[in-house]
């Protein structure tokens, strides 16, 4: 969480930090500042809340300059408030910081700081750095950065500069994501690509420990040891207006009609004739008669996408699947051995519980397969097999196309290992990998639906209480569309189990209770059936998902969405996509920041 941003150039640096807050405000909104280097001087600009209010401040007082960092805050240690907004800056105001991360002994150093003297304003972690920088200084910006470094525990990624060298800008990563992007005469540092891709698509990954020392004509990379590193430039290949909105009034609105390009893109190149190419998922057959057990681990909506992926390898793959959350996995001392395979899920490939569960497993000699929309994130870098969902930039904080995407990655490695073990004909995969390619249309009849989950969102947005029910695949589908609609419209919603429904669950339904009922497996079509006369007799509004040949039952609820015939399995794929749009229109209708919900950030990169 908290985005950080950096420019070294010819150009005025104001507009150009600017404009790269404004795409990781995402990853936290509590509070946005710059500061810019100009005559001399650094000067500061910082203001509680949006970067909107940094704006404001900006007209009326703008900064000049052509070095400055910036930062967009998702608060950690101190309330939001202008005083704890980053940048930070030492006593003398000769070093200014921006920091994603948490610096865990910050209460030890500043400690250590205040007896020597140094004068602290915020309740900040990160005003640590900036005077522990400046206690190094000793005329070479460079060695005060590694220096203060090495007494820094916790994580994070730093931004710095210093009024006494001005030719420079320093970066430094420790378990916080960072990129360095490459100009002609500029360079920047940012949190994420989407900040730099208006100005340029190459860029270099840091790895951990390493520290960027950035000019405007050259960018030097040393390790933790001040060994200079021979980085790789890495050449980014999405478009700049992914990461616009595009028309539509909202990222998350623009994210879930992109979904039918989605699911193509994950597609391609992947189905072959008589077999699936799955990049650099690199496990043999010799590798998985080598496997006991698979972990697959996650958080949020990633987590959601794990558990119809459960499904997907116990049934074509037949191995017995474990999953987890990964806050849960790290402290629950799980059961790891050198036969485990670690299956680990992540839209950013930067979430902190995830990274610390690959950290847990890969010691205890696990292999790690991880899936993730990111090319280089840490989680990537970190995996032994990695599949990317190549959903393109995921900009609202509640995730869609990445589900999606996820869900049919989580389809290819249970073909791909239930082949290896012989368990998948030539003809089932045909008849899936055809399914697949199929969904996008399904994932298009659900978006040409969307008035209608929109009135039914109308009718209802001023509800306190939504359950969602289904049984199987359906039912998480039905945890995601709950999660979904508690994050972004604040309506509380619970997803049960249709079959615990009559085990408590059912005392909650009263007249007017919004009963969402997902049905699109045969298998468990009729109970759900049984279960929607249960609900409807106690006074539920009912909407119901289902395909297209049980079209005869929407005389029995309320509204009915109807899926064109599919294959059980892929129908989560297209099912969800009616819950995203309902949460979506239930949160406009009742004025929700859509793309930003209250405490939330779209990169969970601390614990
Ligand atoms: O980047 P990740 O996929 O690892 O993020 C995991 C969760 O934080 C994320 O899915 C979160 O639950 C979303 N806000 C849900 O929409």
Known sequence: MCGIVGYIGNEQAQDILINGLSKLEYRGYDSAGLAVYDNDEINVRKKKGRIKNLVEVLDTQPLTGTLGIGHTRWATHGEPSDLNAH????????????????????????????????????????????????????????????????????????????????????????????????????????????AILNHTRDIYLLDNDETAVLEKDKVTVYDENGKEVGKQVFHVNWDPGDAEKGGYDHFMQKEIFEQPRAIADTLTGRILDDSIRLDDVVITKEDLENIDRIHIVACGTAYNAGLIGKSFIEKYAQVPIDIETASEYRYKDPIITDKTLLIVLSQSGETADTLAAIDIAKKAGARVLAITNVVGSSIAREADDILYTNAGPEIAVASTKAYITQVACMMFIALHLGRLKGLVSDEKLKEMTD????????????????????????????????????????????????????????????????????????????????????ATQEKTFDKLLSNIKEVKARGAHVMLIAQEKHKDIASEVDQAFFIPNINDDIAPIPAVVYLQLFAYFLAVARGCDVDKPRNLAKSVTVE
Do not use: W
């Open 87 to 194: 940048p930070h800056t030492s006593s003398d105001g000769d070093i200014a910081v921006v920091h994603n991360g948490i610096i865990e002994n910050y209460l030890d150093l500043k400690e250590m700081l205040i007896k020597e003297g140094h004068r602290f304003i915020s309740d900040t972690d990160t005003e640590v750095i900036a005077h522990l920088i400046n206690k190094h200084y000793d005329g070479d910006l460079l060695k005060a950065v590694q220096a203060a470094s090495k007494e820094l525990g916790g994580s994070y990624s730093i931004g710095v500069i210093s009024k006494k060298e001005p030719d420079k800008l320093i970066a430094i990563r420790k378990n916080s994501p960072l990129i360095v992007g490459l100009g002609e005469n500029e360079n920047y540092i940012a949190s994420d690509i989407p």
């Open 435 to 518: 399914a697949l390619i199929d969904c996008s249309k399904q994932v298009q009849n659900a978006l040409d639906q969307s008035e209608d989950i929109k009135n039914f969102a109308m009718d209802h947005f001023s509800k306190d209480d939504m359950f969602l029910i289904g049984r199987g695949l359906d039912y998480s589908t039905c945890i995601e569309g709950s999660l979904k609609i508690k994050e972004i419209s604040y309506v509380h919603s619970e997803s049960f189990s249709a079959g615990e429904l009559k085990h408590g669950p059912i005392a909650l339904i009263e007249d007017g209770t919004v009963v969402i009922v997902v």
